[in-house]
């Protein structure tokens, strides 16, 4: 039986129709639902679908921001940098965090992004190409580099069975650590909770820019003020190019008195579906390809080259501090029309043929505004960028193999 406080509560709500089905439930189905009824942040979500205005305001100030390119570097620089980068991740002040929460709805494989296998030629996982270079790097540094793994409620469980299936890639087990994002309601174009099942509401996680929130709440920023942690490497699970622990980046926005930075690369066309870096009233600020208006995704300086052409690839450093002041803040919620199979009033199970439902998600990219400055560190695309986004064509595990391929035949280093 579920608590006449909690129903009240949702009957308040005007959300009554989450116990429709209560008198069909079994006694596991009941307290499940009351516990997800007593967790379920429904008030921020109601908050955010009654919010009618957009985030972006038209009467910003955008300006591009500068970069420095590494391959204009002297020498004499890069050494200095890649030094300075090696002596941090020496002392132990370095760790990596793999942003792995996401749904990979678009990839469709069946279990978290990181389980899926490429060939390059060897069949590996995601997450095991990610902790080869973890595992090279701690080599060379003659120290462990601590591994953070965000996941969400969907994928938590999964993720650690796989880990401890494939015996931690190798990488001692006491460096590799599981947190879990917060996770919001989705709710439906009438600002209705969605029953997935009839003891089940829909939730979504709360988007990568949820890292924040979870690595403070979730004890990760105590952990790591323990350990003595002072620069933060996030990126996402789904590239398969991506250089964890870069001593030149860290080198560079640690040496230049920053608490932030990004890695870019510069755009493929105008009309590539990324973010760019940019200045938005005086601040660092990536606008979304989706806000981009074309005149500005154009736009080229005299020497023929994008105005706003440096692509944020979720490749960012972060000093712990940013954590602290971020977590605390939270960022704002960002809204998507999804998909979102659910139960009807019926009890019948129904599969939409488009989206239904409003999923509420936090962009990493939007604490940038939060401080006066970032570092943006432009890299070269084939060296570093190879994601797996759809399950064929542009940005899938085929393109991204022949890149990987591609760069390795070039004798790059894995
Ligand atoms: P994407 O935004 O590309 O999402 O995430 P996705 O989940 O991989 O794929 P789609 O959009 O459902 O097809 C970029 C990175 O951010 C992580 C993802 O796991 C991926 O590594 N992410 C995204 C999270 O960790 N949590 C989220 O809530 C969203």
Known sequence: MISDVIKSKFVELNQAHVFSFESELSDIESNLLERQLKDIDIETAQKLFNKKEGEYSENSVIEPIPCVIEADLTEEQRNKYIQKGFEIMKNGEYAVVTMAGGQGTRLGHNGPKGTYY?????????????????????????????????????NDSDTKAFFEKNNYFGYPKSEIFFFKQYMLPMLDEEGKLILEEKYRLKEGADGHGGIFRAMLGRGVIEDMNKRGTKWIFTCGIDNILVQLADPCFLGYISSNGYKLGGKSLIKRDPYEKAGVFCKKDGKPFVIEYTEISSEMAELRDDKGEFVYGDAHILCNLFNVEVFEKMGDKGLPYHVAHKKASFVNDKGIKITPEKPNAYKYEAFIFDAFAYYDDMGIFRIKREHEFAPIKNKCGEDSPESAEKLYLDYVAGSGKI
Do not use: A, D, H
């Open 118 to 154: 490429v060939r390059v030629p060897e069949t590996v996982s995601l997450f095991e190409i990610q902790c080869r270079r973890i595992k090279k790097r701690s080599e060379e540094c003659g120290r462990n580099i601590p591994w953070y793994i965000m996941t969400s409620e969907e």
